[in-house]
């Protein structure tokens, strides 16, 4: 019998940042790498919101500009990132169906999660 190696699986990275000022973000019970002139797809936000409104995310987790990093305990204090909404729009649908065999049993429901998609303005 021959035995055959398997390839070593490489460890997947985290995405890096663009520009040299990043921060680590948490809304929508999420968390997001963002740095600016980023374009993000966030959960929808409560208030009235508009397409060009502006919005400024508080909960700052790590904040990094270079090589130097500030790590909050647990947001980092005085720290936040503007944003500004660029569109207000639903996710494709999901389709979802319950079935059970022989007991004429069968439901079909579909959902559509809205989101904002958000331009980083500045990390601060």
Do not use: C, W
């Amino acid at each position: 019998m021959a035995t055959t190696k398997k390839a070593p699986v490489k460890a997947k990275k985290a995405p890096k940042a663009k520009a040299d000022t990043y921060a680590i973000i948490a809304t929508g019970g999420k968390q997001y790498l963002v740095s600016e002139g980023m374009k993000l797809r966030v959960e929808k936000m409560l208030g009235g919101y508009k397409v060009g409104d502006a919005v400024t995310f508080e909960d700052v987790l790590l904040t990094g500009k270079g090589e130097s990093v500030e790590i909050g305990a647990p947001n980092v204090a005085g720290a936040k990132v503007s944003a500004e909404i660029t569109a207000i729009a639903k996710a494709d649908k999901v389709t979802v169906i319950k079935y059970k065999a022989k007991s004429r049993y069968f439901k079909k429901r579909g959902h559509r999660q809205p989101y904002f998609e958000v331009k980083i303005g500045k990390v601060a």
